[in-house]
């Protein structure tokens, strides 16, 4: 050994040395990590901790034009589950699959949403009974990581009676949650399926706010009062309709149970939707927070359609309608005048070429002015105006009518109307193929039939501009600036002409005359379109007072074979939205 | 009357102010938010802590002459109780397939190891100190390398990589402080190097030259050059196929160690969330108790090997500076005793019970940064633990007992 004092001093000042640098080293690593880079290292502790528990919004109430409530919140209650990983979800699924009566299918479903964003608490049940709650409450502690929120749950008090424009609510799915659109979403959200619910869906959706829970590491929640302050959601501020909801529920009593088919009802001076309605209808309220499989069959399976929307979706050719888009456009193109007569009268049809086209009444209606060939809608006088015009003015006229568009409504399903293209000729070889048509399409279009077929809120969109002096306004069912456009232009003495022969259709003789409406004077026009093979559907179109129109009503009533039926309901919503008595029982008529 | 009993108020000082920390942050890692078998062991590390202390008494009522005596008995004694573990060992923890506790039917009762780690100090300078000079050459160094070597290898068996650590750092350490030269020192540790460098063709080719080198100057015996050429080479060879020998937790533990991202939710969490708590406490901590990352469970063994990362999270960088502070004055302490002792094997027992403390400190409070892999190596007087609180208090009292024989003892001052 070499323990001269020397060596063992020099040994001893190389050691404290090697101490210092260890000591230093150390120091330095902990300067770096604590002072240095301190900020970073606080981030990941309280995300480690600081468990966000979404808290979602009420959306917007949707009012009635009176301030009655189309759609407001109650308090439901949600189930979700938070967990680190697929298996651990797996698992407490299993556990509580029993208590919540979970399908295969909602257990997957939960995957799903927890794959897609595994930090948020996974939806289980959207909007769980109160049973279902009470028994999970009992037993909180054996679930730490369940979540339940009392959360605002979507409700229509009128149901069936709005769901044609207010849509529904429902769970955002997978390809939603793929769309631009929905980037702002996640799953496990409610957002707009249809209607209002869908077009407003920004406006009522409210912001979601945020609750956060302490958790441990293996993430249950330890602490009653929150880390950190909430941030509380903010209710969307409300949507103000044009919706008349007592003539809405008026309009929906007159279709019934048995009735099925479309009405519309504008203010023609706003375009403001006072009533919009699809028989049969749905439950909206069974959507929420996830419908039953079986009652969601059973929509789909039922033959009448009821998740087809017969206002805006459903495509019928206009029939007699249409006639006065015939007038209108022969009037503007200088070809007709408002007395005169056509040179063939009426004796039941009209010889075009081989063919022979009949007038809806076989006995025939003899000569009639413009006004008599509208208030009996005769269809001899329509052919021979219709070959007046000339078929490229006539689809360039109808497609000034906006007959080939949508009418704007804010509803997200509208349908575009079929109607041949200004490129009438092609148009035409495209639909039948060259030759394979022939001039003859003009006796058809002229009448409301053919290449035409038209939404019920299309029509009466076009009767806006019929009822003031050629201004088509666009059907709006939420409160906001008129947006009116004129779509034709004639005198005025033209304007109230057109006004009083419609205003024939109803009175002594006319096709709608049985739903004349005491002490006020009904416009309108009664239409049947074809229907292969089954029953036509029956159209009425009009509105009233005639001389200051205050509402327009277009009603589809399917299979209803002609307009007179379809005229009666049109003329009872007129009659309450009017609060006048209408007349009594119908006559049998045609259109 | 204190005076006697009391030989050296700044070792004293140092090693019970950081025993008092360190029973308090085990009282700390106690308090989670859903209370574990942790929250009452502050109270068992007191009474560990007491009767450590106790020990220490005792040994300063001896002499060094007595524990020279003591030393080949008490090494063979532990090397017989470490024997024990491979036959009739238990794991615990987080190293629960090891078998590095004795224990009777489900009452553990101490792991030989910790003894082991003094007595092997004891044993090695009773070895290094009979000789009249430092050793020489690789040959000279038979003895000191057997008397490490023993124990070592059934550490290694336990398997214990962590203590076997501490068992390297404390032979060279010891060597060094007998005289060894650098340069043996170098060649001695190159079989080691090699090891670490296989596993890059390149590196390990550049270290071969140096060695070489090295062989050429220090001018070894012809016999140890040739042997120590081929134990580089073997261990070069060995290297990889000693990493598929490693059991999987020991791989993953070495591979988060270079990369901790690289498994964040199993092997890696454990430094993750070390690195969170302690960055997390920034300089002056959560507060004492209030760590979140050690009350909602998200630090692994908040009261063992992870202690000083309660300490990081609650008192801070401040904090962390005050205990590295104190070990750091600790250890200049006990080196300036070894440089007064009385006689060599003193000396050597001081500065050899150094460097096993020291070691420790390096590589636990390392491992909370991830600047040394996971090895499960205690904390002195931090981490919970009896045998180790045991052990710690059992080298403070032979220090006490050197530094009072020591010369120039009337100098000492704090």
Same mark, same amino acid.
């Given at each position: 050994?070499?323990?001269?004092? +020397?060596?063992?001093?020099?040994?001893?000042?190389?050691?404290?040395?090697?101490?210092?640098?260890?000591?230093?080293?150390?120091?330095?690593?902990?300067?770096?990590?604590? @002072?240095?880079?301190?900020?970073?290292?606080?981030?990941?502790?309280?995300?480690?901790?600081?468990?966000?528990?979404?808290?979602?919004?009420?959306?917007?109430?949707?009012?009635?034009?009176?301030?009655?409530?189309?759609?407001?919140?109650?308090?439901?209650?949600?189930?979700?589950?938070?967990?680190?990983?697929?298996?651990?979800?797996?698992?407490?699924?299993?556990?509580?699959?029993?208590?919540?009566?979970?399908?295969?299918?909602?257990?997957?479903?939960?995957?799903?949403?927890?794959?897609?964003?595994?930090?948020?608490?996974?939806?289980?049940?959207?909007?769980?009974?109160?049973?279902?709650?009470?028994?999970?409450?009992?037993?909180?502690?054996?679930?730490?990581?369940?979540?339940?929120?009392?959360?605002?749950?979507?409700?229509?008090?009128?149901?069936?009676?709005?769901?044609?424009?207010?849509?529904?609510?429902?769970?955002?799915?997978?390809?939603?949650?793929?769309?631009?659109?929905?980037?702002?979403?996640?799953?496990?959200?409610?957002?707009?399926?249809?209607?209002?619910?869908?077009?407003?869906?920004?406006?009522?959706?409210?912001?979601?706010?945020?609750?956060?829970?302490?958790?441990?590491?293996?993430?249950?929640?330890?602490?009653?009062?929150?880390?950190?302050?909430?941030?509380?959601?903010?209710?969307?501020?409300?949507?103000?309709?044009?919706?008349?909801?007592?003539?809405?529920?008026?309009?929906?009593?007159?279709?019934?149970?048995?009735?099925?088919?479309?009405?519309?009802?504008?203010?023609?001076?706003?375009?403001?939707?006072?009533?919009?309605?699809?028989?049969?209808?749905?439950?909206? +309220?069974?959507?929420?927070?996830?419908?039953?499989?079986?009652?969601?069959?059973?929509?789909?399976?039922?033959?009448?359609?009821?998740?087809?929307?017969?206002?805006?979706?459903?495509?019928?050719?206009?029939?007699?309608?249409?006639?006065?888009?015939?007038? @209108?456009?022969?009037?503007?193109?200088?070809?007709?005048?408002?007395?005169?007569?056509?040179?063939?009268?009426?004796?039941?049809?009209?010889?075009?070429?081989?063919?022979?086209?009949?007038?809806?009444?076989?006995?025939?209606?003899?000569?009639?002015?413009?006004?008599?060939?509208?208030?009996?809608?005769?269809?001899?006088?329509?052919?021979?105006?219709?070959?007046?015009?000339?078929?490229?003015?006539?689809?360039?006229?109808?497609?000034?009518?906006?007959?080939?568009?949508?009418?704007?409504?804010?509803?997200?399903?509208?349908?575009?109307?079929?109607?041949?293209?200004?490129?009438?000729?092609?148009?035409?070889?495209?639909?039948?193929?060259?030759?394979?048509?022939?001039?003859?399409?003009?006796? +058809?279009?002229?009448?409301?039939?053919?290449?035409?077929?038209?939404? @019920?809120?299309?029509?009466?969109?076009?009767?806006?501009?019929?009822?003031?002096?050629?201004?088509?306004?666009?059907?709006?069912?939420?409160?906001?600036?008129?947006?009116?456009?004129?779509?034709?232009?004639?005198?005025?003495?033209?304007?109230?002409?057109?006004?009083?022969?419609?205003?024939?259709?109803?009175?002594?003789?006319?096709?709608?005359?049985?739903?004349?409406?005491?002490?006020?004077?009904?416009?309108?026009?009664?239409?049947?379109?074809? +229907?292969?093979?089954?029953?036509?559907?029956?159209?009425?179109?009009?509105?009233?007072?005639?001389?200051?129109?205050?509402? @327009?009503?277009?009603?589809?009533?399917?299979?209803?074979?002609?307009?007179?039926?379809?005229?009666?309901?049109?003329?009872?919503?007129?009659?309450?939205?009017?609060?006048?008595?209408?007349?009594?029982?119908?006559?049998?008529?045609?259109? | 009357?204190?005076?006697?009993?009391?030989?050296?108020?700044?070792?004293?000082? *140092?090693?019970?102010?950081?025993?008092?920390?360190?029973?308090?942050?085990?009282?700390?890692?106690?308090?989670?938010?859903?209370?574990?078998?942790?929250?009452?062991?502050?109270?068992?590390?007191?009474?560990?802590?007491?009767?450590?202390?106790?020990?220490?008494?005792?040994?300063?009522?001896?002499? /060094?002459?007595?524990?020279?005596?003591?030393?080949?008995?008490?090494?063979?004694?532990?090397?017989?109780?470490?024997? $024990?573990?491979?036959?009739?060992?238990?794991?615990?923890?987080?190293? *629960?397939?090891?078998?590095?506790?004795?224990?009777?039917?489900?009452?553990?009762?101490?792991?030989?190891?910790?003894?082991?780690?003094?007595? /092997?100090?004891?044993?090695?300078?009773? /070895?290094?100190?009979?000789?009249?000079?430092?050793?020489?050459?690789?040959?000279?160094?038979?003895?000191?390398?057997?008397?490490?070597?023993?124990?070592?290898?059934?550490?290694?068996?336990?398997?214990?990589?962590?203590?076997?650590?501490?068992?390297?750092?404390?032979?060279?350490?010891?060597?060094?402080?007998?005289?060894?030269?650098?340069?043996?020192?170098?060649?001695?540790?190159?079989?080691?190097?090699?090891?670490?460098?296989?596993?890059?063709?390149?590196?390990?080719?550049?270290?071969?030259?140096?060695?070489?080198?090295?062989?050429?100057?220090?001018?070894?015996?012809?016999?140890?050059?040739?042997?120590?050429?081929?134990?580089?080479?073997?261990?070069?060879?060995?290297?990889?196929?000693?990493?598929?020998?490693?059991?999987?937790?020991?791989?993953?533990?070495?591979?988060?160690?270079?990369?901790?991202?690289?498994?964040?939710?199993?092997?890696?969490?454990?430094?993750?969330?070390?690195?969170?708590?302690?960055?997390?406490?920034?300089?002056?901590?959560?507060?004492?108790?209030?760590?979140?990352?050690?009350?909602?469970?998200?630090?692994?063994?908040?009261?063992?090997?992870?202690?000083?990362?309660?300490?990081?999270?609650?008192?801070?960088?401040?904090?962390?500076?005050?205990?590295?502070?104190?070990?750091?004055?600790?250890?200049?302490?006990?080196?300036?005793?070894?440089?007064?002792?009385?006689?060599?094997?003193?000396?050597?027992?001081?500065?050899?019970?150094?460097?096993?403390?020291?070691?420790?400190?390096?590589?636990?409070?390392?491992?909370?940064?991830?600047?040394?892999?996971?090895?499960?190596?205690? $904390?002195?007087?931090?981490?919970?633990?009896?045998?180790?609180?045991? *052990?710690?208090?059992?080298?403070?009292?032979?220090?006490?007992?050197?530094?009072?024989?020591?010369?120039?003892?009337?100098?000492?001052?704090?």
């Amino acid at each position: 050994m070499s323990f001269h004092p +020397n060596d063992i001093s020099r040994r001893a000042g190389i050691s404290k040395i090697a101490l210092c640098v260890g000591f230093v080293l150390l120091v330095g690593a902990f300067f770096n990590t604590q @002072v240095l880079h301190h900020q970073k290292y606080v981030m990941q502790s309280e995300e480690n901790r600081l468990r966000p528990i979404p808290l979602p919004a009420p959306r917007g109430i949707i009012y009635d034009r009176n301030g009655l409530v189309i759609a407001e919140n109650l308090p439901g209650y949600s189930v979700s589950i938070t967990a680190q990983n697929v298996d651990s979800l797996r698992a407490s699924l299993a556990r509580l699959a029993s208590t919540l009566q979970l399908s295969n299918d909602q257990v997957e479903a939960a995957v799903r949403r927890f794959r897609r964003a595994p930090t948020r608490p996974t939806v289980v049940l959207a909007d769980a009974s109160i049973d279902v709650i009470s028994v999970l409450e009992e037993h909180r502690l054996d679930y730490p990581r369940l979540v339940i929120q009392s959360v605002p749950k979507r409700y229509y008090p009128d149901a069936q009676a709005v769901a044609s424009f207010v849509g529904y609510t429902g769970e955002i799915t997978e390809s939603e949650l793929n769309s631009p659109q929905y980037d702002a979403y996640k799953p496990g959200q409610q957002i707009g399926k249809g209607g209002l619910e869908k077009q407003y869906e920004k406006q009522l959706r409210g912001r979601e706010g945020v609750r956060f829970d302490e958790v441990d590491a293996r993430g249950r929640p330890v602490r009653g009062d929150g880390p950190r302050p909430d941030l509380t959601p903010e209710g969307a501020p409300p949507l103000y309709t044009n919706i008349d909801l007592d003539l809405q529920r008026f309009a929906v009593g007159v279709f019934g149970d048995s009735l099925q088919g479309g009405v519309v009802a504008l203010d023609p001076n706003t375009g403001g939707v006072l009533a919009l309605y699809s028989a049969p209808s749905f439950d909206p +309220n069974k959507f929420t927070g996830g419908i039953p499989a079986e009652y969601y069959k059973q929509l789909l399976t039922d033959e009448r359609r009821p998740l087809l929307n017969k206002a805006v979706q459903g495509r019928y050719p206009p029939g007699s309608t249409f006639k006065l888009a015939t007038a @209108v456009t022969g009037i503007t193109n200088g070809v007709v005048g408002l007395n005169d007569h056509m040179p063939v009268s009426c004796s039941g049809g009209y010889q075009y070429g081989s063919r022979y086209f009949r007038c809806w009444d076989k006995r025939g209606h003899g000569s009639l002015s413009l006004y008599g060939a509208v208030k009996h809608s005769c269809d001899v006088y329509f052919y021979q105006l219709g070959l007046r015009i000339g078929l490229n003015k006539l689809v360039a006229g109808g497609i000034s009518l906006s007959m080939r568009e949508r009418s704007g409504i804010d509803l997200p399903e509208e349908k575009r109307p079929d109607f041949p293209s200004i490129d009438v000729k092609s148009y035409y070889n495209k639909k039948f193929g060259a030759g394979r048509w022939s001039n003859a399409e003009t006796l +058809n279009l002229s009448i409301g039939q053919g290449a035409n077929s038209q939404t @019920v809120v299309n029509m009466a969109k076009f009767y806006t501009a019929l009822a003031t002096d050629g201004h088509a306004a666009q059907p709006m069912i939420v409160k906001g600036t008129p947006v009116r456009k004129p779509i034709f232009h004639l005198t005025s003495v033209q304007d109230s002409a057109i006004r009083a022969a419609l205003a024939g259709v109803v009175e002594a003789g006319g096709t709608a005359a049985a739903s004349a409406i005491q002490g006020v004077v009904l416009a309108g026009k009664t239409g049947t379109a074809q +229907n292969a093979g089954k029953a036509d559907h029956g159209w009425f179109v009009g509105f009233a007072p005639a001389d200051k129109p205050k509402i @327009v009503v277009a009603v589809l009533l399917e299979f209803g074979e002609h307009g007179s039926r379809a005229a009666h309901i049109a003329s009872s919503i007129i009659a309450h939205y009017l609060k006048i008595q209408p007349a009594a029982d119908a006559l049998e008529t045609g259109g | 009357m204190l005076r006697r009993i009391v030989s050296d108020y700044p070792l004293l000082i *140092a090693a019970s102010l950081l025993s008092l920390f360190g029973v308090a942050m085990v009282y700390s890692a106690g308090q989670t938010d859903t209370p574990t078998y942790v929250a009452t062991m502050y109270r068992s590390q007191m009474v560990w802590t007491i009767a450590g202390v106790l020990i220490a008494y005792g040994v300063t009522r001896s002499s /060094v002459r007595f524990i020279e005596w003591m030393t080949v008995p008490l090494y063979l004694l532990s090397i017989v109780l470490l024997g $024990l573990t491979l036959v009739i060992g238990k794991g615990a923890g987080t190293a *629960a397939s090891t078998k590095s506790w004795l224990a009777i039917g489900s009452h553990r009762l101490g792991q030989p190891s910790e003894i082991a780690k003094v007595t /092997v100090v004891l044993m090695l300078a009773r /070895v290094l100190a009979s000789r009249r000079d430092a050793p020489r050459s690789l040959l000279d160094l038979w003895k000191p390398a057997l008397v490490v070597g023993i124990p070592w290898v059934i550490i290694m068996l336990q398997p214990d990589l962590g203590t076997g650590i501490v068992f390297i750092g404390i032979f060279f350490g010891m060597l060094y402080w007998s005289g060894v030269s650098w340069p043996l020192l170098i060649l001695l540790g190159s079989p080691a190097v090699s090891l670490v460098l296989s596993f890059s063709t390149g590196l390990w080719g550049a270290w071969f030259f140096i060695l070489v080198a090295l062989v050429l100057w220090y001018r070894p015996y012809l016999v140890e050059g040739i042997v120590l050429m081929m134990a580089n080479v073997a261990t070069g060879v060995v290297a990889p196929l000693l990493w598929e020998k490693l059991a999987p937790y020991q791989q993953n533990r070495l591979k988060v160690f270079l990369d901790p991202s690289a498994d964040p939710r199993a092997s890696g969490y454990h430094v993750i969330q070390s690195k969170v708590a302690i960055g997390s406490g920034g300089i002056f901590g959560k507060g004492f108790t209030l760590g979140t990352q050690k009350r909602l469970a998200f630090l692994p063994e908040q009261h063992t090997d992870f202690i000083f990362s309660v300490v990081g999270e609650e008192v801070g960088f401040i904090g962390v500076t005050v205990a590295l502070t104190l070990f750091l004055w600790l250890f200049f302490r006990i080196t300036q005793i070894s440089q007064r002792a009385n006689d060599s094997y003193s000396s050597l027992v001081a500065f050899g019970l150094m460097t096993s403390w020291f070691v420790h400190v390096l590589v636990n409070v390392g491992m909370t940064l991830n600047l040394m892999p996971i090895t499960g190596i205690p $904390l002195p007087f931090f981490s919970y633990g009896g045998s180790f609180m045991l *052990a710690c208090w059992l080298g403070v009292g032979v220090l006490m007992r050197i530094s009072g024989e020591g010369r120039g003892r009337t100098k000492i001052r704090a």
